[in-house]
Structures are given as structure tokens and as C-alpha cells.
């Protein structure tokens, strides 16, 4: 399974568990959240759904992006060679803080500014 595609199903499962939280048990939109979530869980490597358990037991999301050079989970600044890793196209990683798997929708040279360049 390509990352890109662990990445969207995992962000899809979030919300889904989220949107679970709001809906009333025993309805039939919960069974049908469910069926999506079963399947998602279906499709990801246990390795990943492991981590991701383990951190939806402890209430967190376990995907974020990578916003302002740091994690968007838990705020904490991401070293350079992490950022640059996530921002390759279909990459991601995991804090060191808080666990969760980030991801960055921008290139790393875009967040970093080059010394001497004009505006």
C-alpha cells in the first residue's frame, strides 16, 4: 500500500470515528459509519492500525499536518530533516512528541525562506 493512500485512509478514519461521536448509538447512520470504519481498518497495514489505536485510545487524532514548521497535533517545532521528509510528495512520518502521523501538503523549500532571494 502506497503512503499517500495510508495517509487519506487514515484521515478518512479519523473523521469517520469523530463523526460517530455525534451520531446516537444504535441508529442506523452509526451502522453505517461502522461498516465504513470496518472497512477502512480492513484495507491498513496492522502495523499502522496499531499506532492508530493506540492513540485513539488516548483521544488524539493520528494524523496531522505539519503547520507553521511544527507538529499540528501538539504544536511542539519538528526538526528540519523530519519536515523535510514529510514534504516529499506521499511521505510521512511521526512526532516525536505526541506520536501522531504528520504529513505536509507544502514543499519544504517553500516553508523555508533562502537567504539573499528577493520577494
Not at 38 to 46: E, I, K, M, N, S
Not at 91 to 115: H, I, M, N, R
Request: hydrophobic share 40%; glycine share 8%; with cysteine.
Amino acid at each position: 500500500m502506497y503512503a499517500a493512500e495510508v495517509l487519506s485512509q487514515l484521515r478518512s478514519l479519523n473523521w469517520l470515528l469523530e463523526e460517530t461521536r455525534r451520531v446516537p448509538a444504535g441508529s442506523s447512520e452509526r451502522g453505517l459509519l461502522q461498516s465504513q470504519i470496518d472497512g477502512l481498518r480492513a484495507r491498513l497495514p496492522q502495523s499502522i492500525l496499531a499506532h492508530h489505536d493506540h492513540l485513539a485510545a488516548r483521544g488524539l487524532a493520528s494524523v496531522a499536518a505539519v503547520e507553521a514548521l511544527s507538529c499540528g497535533a501538539c504544536r511542539q517545532p519538528l526538526p528540519v530533516a523530519l519536515r523535510r521528509e514529510v514534504s516529499a510528495p506521499g511521505c510521512f512520518g511521526v512526532c516525536p512528541s505526541c506520536g501522531v502521523f504528520l504529513w505536509s501538503a507544502t514543499p519544504l523549500e517553500a516553508e523555508t525562506p533562502v537567504k539573499g532571494a528577493s520577494p
